[in-house]
Antibody
Framework: QVQLVESGGGVVQPGRSLRLSCAAS????????MHWVRQAPGKGLEWVAL????????YYADSVKGRLTISRDNSKNTLYLQMNSLRTEDTAVYYC??????????????WGQGTMVTVSS | DIQMTQSPSTLSASVGDRVTITCRAS??????LAWYQQKPGNAPILLIY???SLESGVPSRFSGSGSGTEFTLTISSLQPDDFATYYC?????????FGQGTKVELK
């Protein structure tokens, strides 16, 4: 079945780095845009980043621009989020989500279970 | 950036009630709007896409309407499983902005 599984979360000190992964299965990963969305404890959903199906385009929320980098490896069906210069306000559950086919607009119909990132000294 | 505003933030209702949640976009997004349901500890679930299309497997008591800047999610007869938080999301632009959420709680 169609599935996304995140990994790589944990507790990290402010200013340090972390890399999240999202393993996809059950669909043609290389044909779809992929997103990261996060949710701080007790708060709402915040879109973080998008990478196009072919890796040519990447977009970021202003709050993470310059610190978080989205990437993908279509040969491994895996999405990544490299998180540098982490701040306490980056503490959240991070979800990967499946976007549209090719460059089409589409709601996020598949989500992973989420991985928790805690930034604390 | 497109901003999404939901109302109300909290809604108290009883089983069997008709429930309506509103979402407003800061600029026209055509019909590029989705609604999600989220329960504590779980990932969001897509209910409605393209403003009014029901996602496969979602009960027909959920419906969506609107276009441009004003949208609504309606639950025709609230069921015990529907107590949750609901989010709207625009995907007209790449950013996929979410509304702040509406918590539906038991009256």
């Amino acid at each position: 079945q169609v599935q996304l599984v995140e990994s790589g979360g944990g507790v990290v000190q402010p200013g340090r780095s972390l890399r999240l992964s999202c393993a996809a299965s059950g669909f043609a990963f290389s044909n779809y845009g992929m997103h990261w969305v996060r949710q701080a404890p007790g708060k709402g959903l915040e879109w973080v980043a998008l990478v196009s199906f072919d890796r040519t385009n990447k977009y970021y929320a202003d709050s993470v621009k310059g610190r978080l980098t989205i990437s993908r490896d279509n040969s491994k069906n895996t999405l990544y989020l490299q998180m540098n210069s982490l701040r306490t306000e980056d503490t959240a559950v991070y979800y990967c989500a499946k976007g549209g086919y090719s460059n089409t607009r589409k709601a996020f119909d598949v989500w992973g279970q989420g991985t928790m990132v805690t930034v604390s000294s | 950036d497109i901003q999404m505003t939901q109302s109300p933030s909290t809604l108290s209702a009883s089983v069997g009630d008709r429930v309506t949640i509103t979402c407003r976009a800061s600029q026209s997004i055509s019909n590029w709007l989705a609604w999600y349901q989220q329960k504590p500890g779980n990932a969001p679930i897509l209910l409605i896409y393209d403003a009014s299309s029901l996602e496969s497997g979602v009960p027909s008591r959920f419906s969506g309407s609107g276009s441009g800047t004003e949208f609504t999610l309606t639950i025709s007869s609230l069921q015990p499983d529907d107590f949750a938080t609901y989010y709207c999301q625009q995907y007209n632009s790449y950013s996929g902005t979410f509304g702040q959420g509406t918590k539906v709680e038991l009256k």
